[in-house]
């Protein structure tokens, strides 16, 4: 077997409970428990379950934006939580987010230019001010849209736009692999479906491994090669996406899928509806 590219051991998340006039420690919320995941070049892996199993919290302890409280990351084979100063910084260029609002996670008072370059020459992956430019220009490309966009703000766009704009802020630092956090979950219907077409035309282009998080199976189903159930802060359950459609083992995940609607979208395969997707012209929508 291949090394995995991301690969989480036992990792544990637990914030603490204070009480009384000493502020005493009184409990803790075991956010993440004993969870364990492994993520290969080229794999699009789900995390899904309700609001609050801690499904977030889990990818952002995974990547250091909240530190563990114990557990072991291991990204390109090396031990993440371990690393340090240059190292540190130079593995989680490799390692992109997208946050569910857009919006909140750009700059307001940047240009697009700006949202996007302004890392490039932070980490020094350019020399000069139109080096940055024509690498701009190239990555709106890649996201679908025009280059009359660098010079505009956030709010000028809109939210599938904005979407797209997190997407090529992310994919600019070359990552090898992307946290999708509930990136869709915010759009209508027919913007979820050009951006998803987007993440997966990115994906085979690029090469990139996602982990994308969601409380919608339709969405997962439609994207994902492998599915993480989680509840009540672990992992209840593994497995390749149709045979989780198909034979669900544990009662939560069951519990899930009888809370779908019984429709077309649900029974078609993940490769017809890509397919039907291709057709709405992310390119130039949303």
């Avoid at 766009?157 to 704009?165: D, T």
């Avoid at 649900?266 to 291709?278: C, F, T, V």
């Amino acid at each position: 077997m291949p090394t995995p590219l991301f690969e989480v051991k036992n990792l544990k998340k637990f914030f603490p409970i204070y009480r009384g006039l000493l502020n005493r420690q009184i409990g803790e919320v075991r956010a993440v428990d004993d969870v364990s995941f492994v993520i290969h070049e080229r794999e699009i892996v789900g995390i899904v379950g309700e609001s609050g199993c801690g499904k977030s919290t889990t990818a952002r302890t995974a990547i250091r934006l909240l530190e563990p409280t114990s557990g072991e990351v291991y990204f390109l084979g090396r031990n993440f939580l371990s690393l340090k100063g240059k190292a540190l910084t130079l593995h989680r260029q490799k390692i992109q987010m997208v946050f569910q609002d857009p919006l909140a996670s750009l700059n307001p008072r940047k240009t697009i230019l700006d949202n996007i370059g302004e890392a490039l020459l932070y980490h020094k992956l350019i020399a000069t001010k139109q080096e940055q430019i024509d690498h701009v220009c190239e990555i709106l490309k890649q996201v679908g849209l025009p280059i009359s966009s660098l010079k505009q703000y956030p709010h000028q766009f809109s939210g599938g736009q904005q979407q797209r704009i997190s997407i090529g802020r992310a994919i600019a630092m070359k990552p090898k692999l992307i946290i999708l956090d509930e990136a869709v979950s915010a759009l209508d219907l027919s913007v979820q479906a050009q951006i998803l077409n987007l993440l997966y035309s990115l994906k085979e282009k690029l090469g990139l491994s996602y982990l994308f998080i969601s409380h919608d199976l339709s969405v997962i189903r439609c994207l994902c090669d492998r599915i993480l159930v989680m509840y009540q802060g672990k992992i209840v359950e593994e497995q390749p996406t149709e045979k989780l459609f198909t034979s669900p083992q544990h009662p939560y995940t069951k519990q899930l899928l009888n809370s779908l609607p019984n429709n077309l979208w649900e029974q078609q395969k993940p490769a017809q509806r890509l397919s039907k997707l291709d057709k709405s012209g992310y390119l130039t929508n949303g």
